[in-house]
């Protein structure tokens, strides 16, 4: 949208609500009602699901904030269930494979659990419209289940956006593996996902704040930011979006998105403070410039001016960059404060994009590195050294000569000889052999 067309509707809202205000002075007289067909907008059916320990966690806190939605808990862990809010809506699933325990951080059961379920997920996100899919990556069951839902939800036609939470850097290299590999797992089965990592806490929360309540920090954001998003799809607006907008802006696949909500009290002077907040929240690892889609709800009091207007949009589409589609809302729900919800598609996130492309040459060299190492463990082949062929001897041919009586009289001789030799070699010792007088000794005793 150009920076005339936005300032041309802006123009025509105003005079707009001009004409209205003098509406009363008419004579009723002269105003005719004109009766038409009733026309019923059609509910949308919002399902809001956490997956694993965390995401159930999470769902639980946000239930409370935010309403026109269902918000379901999913999870193997019967004592995780049993904590979770009771408004939420308990799914429990993979009872066969854990006994109704957690995955122990092994997202390979977590997807086994997920698939023995399939039928009971489908019952579950049947006839949604718009499905949300919130889980804390880097556990088993929230890294291994995820992608199974996500998968029916596009099975099914949904509109689905997945909000996950990275491991803190102090969990470990293996966790964040884990919850890089479910990420990419994820991306081709949603329209958009929003990343929130967790090390962010600490840039936004001081250091002496307990845990508890540094994690309730992104709960409430989230929540926020849901309310908002839920308002830029059902609030009626005197410039409106609804949610066949959102459709619209949400098709594709595996988008990066970037949803923020900010409220300030009425001030031109603050409006550029106001965008400035909404386009640099210090939770998210990326930004939204230079994104290919872009909607905006501006909800204000009746007293924001139209150079109120114009300044908010003109600051958010120099921000963004002149490529982006930009669709924007204005309702008046507040009074006395201005609130911005942007929603922005196609985020990119250098840094992550980069460590995965590492990993991925990583995995395709192991195969390589391996074959190498078997090979290097076989015996060197030495190639055959030469060897000469022994020459075979003549053999010895004996020619039988016939002998006279001497001649064999003297080789009879010789033959005793060699006999008498060898007895002579295996003669008993004297001292081993029995002399006449033993043989006397012993016949005159018996």
Request: a positive charge; charged letters at 30%.
């Amino acid at each position: 949208m150009r920076k005339g067309q936005l300032k041309g509707q802006l123009k025509r809202h105003f005079l707009k609500e001009e004409i209205l205000k003098l509406a009363p002075s008419i004579r009723p007289s002269s105003r005719k009602k004109v009766k038409g067909p009733k026309f019923l907008l059609p509910k949308i059916k919002v399902k809001i699901i956490g997956i694993g320990g965390g995401g159930s966690s999470i769902v639980s806190e946000i239930a409370e904030k935010v309403g026109k939605a269902d918000f379901i808990v999913a999870d193997t862990d019967q004592q995780a269930m049993e904590r979770a809010n009771k408004k939420t809506i308990h799914f429990q699933f993979g009872q066969e494979m854990t006994q109704g325990l957690g995955t122990g951080m092994k997202p390979e059961l977590g997807l086994k659990a997920a698939d023995g379920a399939k039928e009971k997920i489908k019952e579950l996100l049947q006839g949604t419209d718009f499905c949300i899919l919130i889980s804390s990556l880097g556990g088993g069951t929230g890294s291994g289940a995820p992608p199974v839902f996500a998968e029916i939800s596009r099975e099914l036609k949904n509109i689905t956006l997945g909000i996950f939470t990275l491991p803190f850097e102090f969990e470990g290299k293996k966790k964040m593996d884990i919850a890089r590999l479910s990420l990419e797992k994820l991306k081709p089965n949603l329209n958009i996902s929003i990343v929130i990592p967790n090390e962010k806490i600490f840039q936004i929360a001081a250091q002496k704040t307990p845990f508890k309540e540094a994690l309730l920090i992104i709960n409430e954001f989230l929540a926020n930011n849901l309310k908002g998003l839920f308002g830029l799809i059902y609030s009626p607006g005197l410039i409106n979006i609804d949610f066949a907008c959102l459709k619209t802006a949400l098709e594709g696949k595996g988008n990066l998105a970037y949803l923020n909500t900010v409220e300030v009290q009425t001030s031109d002077q603050q409006v550029e403070e106001l965008v400035r907040k909404v386009l640099s929240c210090p939770l998210y690892p990326y930004s939204p410039k230079e994104v290919s889609k872009i909607l905006f709800n501006i909800d204000g009091g009746s007293n924001l001016s139209l150079d109120g207007l114009e300044k908010i949009g003109k600051c958010i589409s120099e921000a963004i960059g002149p490529k982006a589609e930009i669709s924007f809302k204005v309702t008046q729900n507040i009074k006395d404060k201005i609130k911005i919800t942007l929603l922005a598609i196609g985020c990119k996130w250098d840094e992550w994009e980069k460590e995965t492309a590492k990993k991925q040459i990583l995995i395709q060299e192991k195969p390589k590195k391996k074959a190498k190492k078997k090979l290097s463990r076989l015996p060197e082949i030495k190639p055959p050294e030469a060897t000469q062929i022994p020459l075979e001897e003549s053999k010895k041919v004996e020619i039988k000569v016939r002998r006279d009586a001497l001649e064999v009289q003297k080789a009879i001789k010789e033959e005793e000889k060699k006999i008498l030799a060898k007895e002579r070699k295996w003669e008993i010792p004297s001292f081993l052999r029995r002399k006449p007088s033993q043989f006397e000794e012993k016949s005159k005793v018996q």
